[in-house]
């Protein structure tokens, strides 16, 4: 089977990251620390980031990753007691951890983009994770622009009766599969099948500046979509396609911020999950998301995420409205 160690250690890395996020939301109520883009951080994602890249950095020292979170901050004399609590976390995953340890793993996620890297969210959806509601630890390997494995872990995430906590995994040309966190008994899923049922949902965000909930709407309308939207945080929501919970994700740009381009790590892990469920994923145009430009998705705008029966009709509906 192809990219077997790879598949194999990102599990293990994030499934590790993922306990320590949820030890941190059980433990603490982390506060938020104000990123210079004014959006937040917590000592979970630092946490999380140092633990996958220590992972990654052992098994693959030649690949870089190219991870949200840098530990420029955490290094300030002034955040010593906050590094301290971070190396605390790791360290109970990864004994003696010092705090110097930390500081380098987080900064291994300074990678760049090339023929073959990681991208990494060590937290997606910093706000639902503060807020008790949904966070995906999301990681993923990209060779030549493709993402060709993804694991999500969604520690508060509950599609069924079961335990919360679900975690997903895609290998290119191999499926998508679905489990607990213990990672046991992993089932192959689908997006649902059908394009003209009553019951068919779309997610979207719950923070309404990560999208344009009011074109969202008209859209999945015209796209056949009856139901209210499920507003979820993070790429849970990829998730929720990819197991036939949803049909359609819409992300359109912000009419506050129009020019933002999306993040190759809130979307690499999910794009594979979906697509090899069966859907498809494209921007709002219809083109495919390019992951060889950097850390940004500078060449796409808005994200469209079907379970591929209703793509075309969703794009057609978003060419209508700005013709
Ligand atoms: N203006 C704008 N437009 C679109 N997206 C934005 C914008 N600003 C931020 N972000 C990114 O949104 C990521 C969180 O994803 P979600 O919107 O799915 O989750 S949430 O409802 O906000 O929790 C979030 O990822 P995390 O920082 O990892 O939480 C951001 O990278
Ligand atoms: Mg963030
Ligand atoms: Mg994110
Ligand atoms: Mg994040």
């Given at each position: ?203 979207e ?6 999208g344009n909930q009011?074109q969202q709407a008209?859209i999945a ?29 819409l992300?359109l ?71």
């Amino acid at each position: 089977m192809a990219y077997e160690t790879e598949k194999q250690i990102a599990i293990k890395a994030a499934l590790a990251a993922g306990q320590l996020c949820e030890r941190v939301r059980h433990e603490i109520s982390p506060e938020a620390i104000e990123k210079k883009d004014r959006s937040p951080v917590t000592i979970a994602d630092f946490g999380s980031q140092a633990l996958i890249c220590r992972e990654l950095a052992t098994e693959f020292p030649n690949d870089p990753v190219v991870g949200e979170e840098d530990a420029a901050e955490l290094k300030q004399p002034e955040m010593a007691e906050r590094l301290s609590q971070v190396a605390d976390y790791v360290g109970a995953i990864a004994p003696n951890t010092t705090p110097d340890q930390v500081v380098s793993w987080i900064d291994h996620g300074n990678g760049s983009v090339g023929p073959r890297y990681w991208t990494l969210d060590p937290i997606d959806g910093t706000k639902g994770f503060l807020r008790k509601d949904q966070y995906a630890v999301a990681l993923a390997l990209v060779e030549d622009g493709e993402v060709k494995v993804g694991v999500l872990v969604c520690p508060a995430l509950q599609l069924s009766a079961a335990q919360p906590g679900l975690m997903f995994v895609a290998v290119r040309g191999e499926g998508t599969t679905m489990s607990g966190l213990d990672g046991q008994n992993p089932q192959t899923i689908k997006v649902v099948s059908s394009e003209n049922d009553p019951n068919l949902r779309f997610v979207e965000s719950v923070e309404s500046g990560h999208g344009n909930q009011a074109q969202q709407a008209e859209i999945a309308k015209a796209a056949g979509i009856t139901q209210d939207s499920l507003r979820m945080d993070s790429q849970a929501k990829y998730g929720a396609v990819a197991s036939g919970e949803a049909a359609l994700y819409l992300r359109l740009p912000s009419p506050k911020t129009p020019d933002y381009r999306e993040k190759i790590w809130d979307h690499a892990a999910g794009t594979i999950v979906v697509e090899e469920a069966g859907g498809r994923v494209t921007d709002m145009h219809g083109k495919p998301l390019d992951f060889s430009q950097g850390a940004k998705l500078v060449d796409n705008q808005g994200v469209v995420v079907s379970n591929g029966l209703l793509h075309d009709k969703v794009i057609a509906a978003l060419q209508q409205q700005t013709s």
